[in-house]
């Protein structure tokens, strides 16, 4: 087996997973890594149904995946709910692989600006008096929140994924780049701005974008499945 061909990483799939499929028949890896933005009407595992007991499932959320309680659910209630690598390392075919979900958001922190509150209780603390909610709206729950991002850099991983895009990308931020430095991380692969490419940031740690429906190796090569 191609040993760049172990670990395979999947772009937004808004509803289309046949090409990681096809990915996983053609590659056999021994883990996928799903980039964010599913657009689930179903369950994941029903999408998935062909490939699962083929290979491991992981994945981060993107911030479609908040944008109705049907598409949440679907995620975080799916039979692969455990799987998600958000704020966490996992060691997956021998590589320490770090996960950040969701994106930066204006109203609660969008880098470098400060953030905007501590933390998530800050943020339930300041709301107005009167029956209170203690949980969260999806859009909230969409956001990176700074004090879990710092918290992040506490760990260490050989790769970092990430639905935002680092300074590599004319709309991605260098916080994401710091973080990967903090945490050793010497690779990036993101999603959610849907084109595929390959750059190197500070620190020469390489950055790899993978396009919706599309899907990369190790290497950062597109895996062809027009053949499959």
């Not at 800050?122 to 909610?133: E, T, V």
Request: hydrophobic residues 40%; proline residues 5%.
């Amino acid at each position: 087996m191609n040993s760049n061909h172990r670990i395979l990483f999947a772009g937004d799939p808004h509803g289309n997973f046949e090409p990681l499929i096809k990915a996983v028949r053609k590659c056999r890896p021994e883990a996928v890594v799903l980039l964010g933005d599913y657009d689930l009407e179903r369950p994941l595992e029903c999408y998935l149904e062909p490939i699962i007991g083929l290979t491991e499932i992981w994945w981060i959320a993107g911030n479609h995946d908040f944008q109705s309680p049907g598409k949440y659910h679907n995620l975080f209630h799916s039979s692969l709910a455990d799987n998600s690598l958000h704020l966490r390392v996992q060691e997956i075919a021998g590589v320490r692989i770090a996960g950040l979900g969701g994106i930066f958001l204006g109203r609660v922190w969008y880098p470098p600006g400060r953030p905007k509150w501590i933390n998530k209780r800050h943020f339930l603390n300041s709301q107005k008096p009167g029956p209170r909610d203690d949980s969260l709206s999806l859009k909230y729950q969409s956001a990176i929140w700074h004090d879990e991002f710092e918290a992040l850099k506490g760990l260490k991983a050989d790769i970092l994924v990430t639905h935002e895009a680092p300074s590599s990308h004319r709309f991605g931020f260098a916080a994401i780049g710091d973080l990967a430095a903090a945490m050793g991380a010497r690779n990036i692969f993101h999603g959610h701005l849907h084109e595929n490419y390959s750059n190197t940031i500070r620190r020469h740690i390489r950055v790899v974008g993978v396009a919706d429906q599309t899907v990369s190796d190790l290497a950062g090569n597109l895996v062809d499945v027009d053949d499959e």
